[in-house]
Nanobody
Framework: QVRLVESGGGTVQAGGSLRLSCTASGIIFSINHMNWYRQAPGNQRELVATITSGSSTNYADSVKGRFTISRDNAKNTVYLQMNSLKPEDTAVYYC??????????WGQGTQVTVSS
């Protein structure tokens, strides 16, 4: 059974930083593409950042230059370093894993609140 557990959310002032972590079990982590999504109240869930099994990365335009996604295959963990946070970054952040065999799996989400 796939399990993704996020941590690291919280409340921070605008301009501050947070680092989210997502630890996976039940999958062969190294072959999975890993993604961070977020969903703000009243909005659709949106893709924030992706890191492939080969460690290529891609970012939403709204977070480029401020967020960094990384992975540690030895720890089955993906990270999202978020700097220069803005109030519009406030959302529930979800970890997602994908591979062609098991499909897509989701974590339970972690709240990030950025105060102005």
């Amino acid at each position: 059974q796939v399990r993704l557990v996020e941590s690291g959310g919280g409340t921070v002032q605008a301009g501050g930083s947070l680092r989210l972590s997502c630890t996976a079990s039940g999958i062969i982590f190294s072959i999975n593409h890993m993604n961070w999504y977020r969903q703000a109240p009243g909005n659709q869930r949106e893709l924030v950042a992706t890191i492939t099994s080969g460690s290529s990365t891609n970012y939403a335009d709204s977070v480029k230059g401020r967020f960094t996604i990384s992975r540690d295959n030895a720890k089955n963990t993906v990270y999202l370093q978020m700097n220069s946070l803005k109030p519009e970054d406030t959302a529930v952040y979800y970890c997602n894993s994908y591979n062609s065999l098991k499909g897509s799996s989701w974590g339970q989400g972690t709240q990030v609140t950025v105060s102005s």
